[in-house]
């Protein structure tokens, strides 16, 4: 599969596109983040997390 590029709102640092991956994530998934109990604080922070490491070069790809 071709890479796909994103433009990014902003500096486009890591922290940066891992925050509008994390919002990419959310709508894929049908999940609102921007209201109230739609998604807890662990989903959000665990989400956020991977797609950090994923923009940091850290992430492996899960096998199987």
């Known amino acids: 599969m071709p890479d796909k590029v994103v433009q990014t709102q902003g500096n486009g640092s890591p922290e940066r596109v891992a925050l509008e991956l994390l919002v990419m994530i959310a709508q894929g998934q049908n999940k609102d983040i921007t209201g109230y109990g739609s998604v807890d604080k662990e989903w959000i922070l665990d989400t956020y997390a991977e797609c950090l490491a994923a923009t940091s070069h850290q992430r492996r ?4």
């Not at 790809?61 to 199987?64: A, D, F, L, N, R």
């Open 61 to 64: 790809p899960k096998s199987g």
